[in-house]
């Protein structure tokens, strides 16, 4: 996976102008911008570096989770932190994937399921293969889960089935992985998913003061 500033040389001035125009004036999310460089490079660009330009660029940054954050601050200070929550997130989850039964995907290049590039459909947070060499594709929210999202992770789903599992003769699921809210939202969103084959679960995060500093 290259990093963006690695490629940076080699896109037209008009290219470079889009990193910053789209962010500001069409509000398109890291995962937008990746996929369009994808498209005009060939390249498959770490998204992490897609943020750290922006960010040197003091322009907005947005999720594909928080892009219709009413609360976004141009300044990226929410999404900073946000953003650093969710990666945080990501890291734990994958580090305990075996207790799950699930293990990160690995593809012929040598791509992990990390942020996988799932075309059109933009990326997906964890594409993981159970014991049985199936594919489950993890939705990873961490706020407010809007019903929407059952239509972004059944086209991810999609793109695994066409691209991926088809060749291995796999089957592919999908996990919802989010926070409880209310109960009502929670129980409608569940019903919603589970209507089309998706899982729903959830998680807390807990913070645990120490009584004494850890050497």
């Known amino acids: 996976m290259m990093k963006l500033d690695d490629i940076l040389p080699k896109l037209s001035p008009a290219e470079k102008a889009w990193l910053t125009i789209g962010p500001q004036k069409y509000g398109w999310t890291i995962n937008d911008l990746c996929q369009k460089l994808l498209e005009k490079t060939g390249q498959d660009v770490d998204p992490l570096s897609v943020e750290e330009y922006l960010r040197r660029k003091g322009l907005p940054v947005l999720s594909a989770m928080n892009a219709s954050d009413p609360y976004a601050s141009p300044s990226g200070t929410v999404s900073q932190f946000s953003g650093a929550m969710e990666r945080d997130i990501e890291l734990a ?6 207790s799950f039964g699930l293990r990160l995907f ?11 590039p799932a075309g059109e459909f933009g990326r997906i947070d964890l594409l993981t293969t159970d014991s049985n ?6 939705e990873l929210k961490r706020d407010d889960v ?36 209310s109960p ?17 679960k959830w998680y807390w995060i807990r913070v645990e003061l120490l009584e004494n500093r850890i050497s």
């Open 106 to 116: 690995v593809d012929s290049n040598e791509r992990n399921g990390r942020q996988y």
């Open 93 to 98: 989850l994958v580090s305990q994937l075996d």
């Open 133 to 138: 060499g199936d594919f489950v594709v993890i």
């Open 184 to 200: 009502a939202d929670d129980r409608v969103l569940e019903e919603a998913a589970n209507a089309v084959g998706i899982l729903v």
């Open 146 to 181: 809007p019903r929407a999202v059952i239509g972004q992770i059944a086209g991810y789903i999609a793109f695994v089935k066409n691209h991926l599992a088809e060749a291995r003769n796999h089957s592919v699921s999908g996990w919802i992985l989010a926070r409880p809210s």
